[in-house]
């Protein structure tokens, strides 16, 4: 790893072909785990990763379960690049005489490539995150509640989109990532964007801590020598490995972000003043379980993205498209 160059245009179109078929595959599952996610107890409209799948396409039909894809697939470059491309340099030199990293230099390299790619990361999640819990809210306002006539009154109000308060908001207006995004830099700021930051760091940290050494070790197992490199199918399989254990490992910190950042909330659901405010609410209100409400769509939406991701990088499609493009051949 430390002899070899280091091409960030090469980086930028493997994360990027990576996380464009990996997103295009896995999104629906992404979406029922955001909902499941943002549910409280006793307002439950999905009771399955299926169930929310089925009602999504009855309520919104098939595109319904890529709502927010586009953010996703405008972003997942960068993001994927970032990751890869930080973790690449920082193991790059943190090797020293080409000899191989201990374990806890390939997790600091993994904290380094975690803190880098928040940048875009906070950006994309937080714009996602309000495009795909638009439907949860909507079927949650349409289910019948049983309330007080003063809380019946205020649910069907019909109240302006607020992003400090989480007030109740009615059946949404339909908006785009950005109208989103400007209506948060005009309101907030740059800040707007970057809600939830904190408990991103908590979960993109930990989790590249987890995946890359454990994608590394296991990824060497399949190599037939030191020197050779591995198949393309088990660094497919160490991908798949390795980030669906690292996504149920720090789910958690995912359950607290999604709540963080959902700017809408339904009825009765209570709004969080900070990472330590959300943690303790949801604990005592909901338990310990709820720390791992969409764990198991979490780890198969990260698998295969992961999977996929490590093929293109191992492969080299990006080095094979820059060899390959007319510049380089007008330039040999």
């Given at each position: 790893?430390s002899?070899?160059?280091?091409?960030?245009?090469?980086k930028?179109i493997?994360?990027?072909i990576?996380?464009?078929?990996?997103?295009?595959?896995v999104?629906?599952?992404?979406?029922?785990?955001?909902?499941?996610?943002?549910?409280?107890q006793?307002q439950?409209?999905?009771k399955?990763?299926m169930?929310?799948?089925?009602?999504?396409?009855?309520?919104?039909?098939?595109?319904?379960?890529?709502?927010g894809?586009?953010?996703?697939l405008t972003?997942?470059?960068?993001?994927?690049?970032?990751?890869?491309?930080?973790?690449?340099?920082?193991?790059?030199?943190?090797?020293?005489?080409?000899?191989?990293?201990t374990?806890?230099?390939?997790?600091?390299?993994?904290?380094?490539a975690g803190?880098?790619?928040?940048?875009v990361t906070?950006?994309?999640?937080?714009l996602?995150?309000?495009?795909?819990d638009?439907?949860?809210l909507?079927?949650?306002?349409?289910?019948?509640?049983?309330m007080?006539?003063?809380?019946?009154v205020a649910?069907?109000?019909?109240?302006s989109?607020s992003?400090?308060?989480?007030?109740?908001?009615?059946?949404?207006r339909?908006?785009?990532?950005?109208?989103?995004?400007?209506?948060?830099?005009?309101?907030q700021?740059?800040?707007?964007?970057?809600?939830g930051?904190?408990a991103?760091?908590?979960?993109?940290?930990?989790?590249?801590?987890?995946y890359?050494?454990?994608?590394?070790?296991?990824n060497?197992?399949?190599?037939?020598?030191?020197?050779?490199?591995?198949?393309?199918?088990?660094?497919?399989?160490s991908?798949?490995?390795?980030?669906s254990?690292?996504?149920?490992a720090v789910?958690p910190?995912?359950?607290?972000?999604?709540?963080?950042?959902s700017?809408?909330?339904?009825?009765?659901?209570?709004?969080?003043?900070?990472?330590?405010?959300?943690?303790s609410?949801?604990?005592?209100?909901?338990?310990?379980?709820?720390?791992?409400?969409?764990?198991?769509?979490?780890?198969?939406?990260?698998?295969?993205l992961?999977g996929i991701?490590?093929v293109?990088?191992f492969?080299?499609?990006?080095?094979?498209?820059?060899d390959n493009?007319?510049?380089?051949l007008?330039?040999?």
């Amino acid at each position: 790893m430390s002899q070899q160059q280091i091409s960030l245009p090469a980086k930028l179109i493997n994360g990027g072909i990576a996380g464009i078929v990996g997103v295009t595959c896995v999104f629906p599952i992404d979406l029922a785990k955001t909902r499941l996610q943002n549910q409280r107890q006793g307002q439950q409209v999905y009771k399955s990763m299926m169930d929310c799948l089925v009602k999504t396409v009855r309520s919104e039909g098939y595109f319904g379960m890529y709502r927010g894809a586009a953010v996703n697939l405008t972003l997942v470059t960068p993001e994927k690049a970032i990751k890869l491309a930080a973790n690449d340099l920082f193991r790059h030199h943190l090797a020293k005489d080409g000899k191989g990293l201990t374990v806890f230099k390939e997790m600091l390299a993994g904290c380094g490539a975690g803190m880098c790619q928040v940048i875009v990361t906070t950006p994309m999640e937080m714009l996602k995150i309000q495009l795909q819990d638009a439907g949860r809210l909507m079927a949650q306002q349409q289910k019948p509640v049983m309330m007080s006539p003063t809380k019946l009154v205020a649910t069907n109000t019909m109240l302006s989109r607020s992003y400090n308060s989480g007030t109740v908001v009615s059946a949404p207006r339909a908006v785009s990532a950005t109208q989103i995004a400007k209506e948060l830099l005009q309101t907030q700021g740059i800040q707007g964007l970057y809600k939830g930051l904190g408990a991103t760091l908590m979960r993109d940290v930990p989790f590249s801590i987890v995946y890359f050494p454990l994608f590394a070790n296991l990824n060497r197992l399949g190599k037939p020598s030191p020197e050779g490199s591995s198949p393309f199918y088990w660094a497919f399989l160490s991908g798949c490995a390795a980030g669906s254990t690292a996504a149920v490992a720090v789910n958690p910190c995912d359950v607290v972000k999604t709540r963080l950042q959902s700017l809408n909330k339904g009825s009765s659901e209570e709004t969080y003043n900070g990472v330590v405010d959300c943690v303790s609410k949801i604990m005592r209100k909901e338990g310990p379980s709820a720390f791992l409400k969409g764990a198991g769509c979490r780890a198969l939406v990260i698998a295969p993205l992961f999977g996929i991701a490590q093929v293109m990088y191992f492969v080299g499609v990006g080095e094979y498209i820059l060899d390959n493009s007319p510049l380089s051949l007008l330039s040999a």
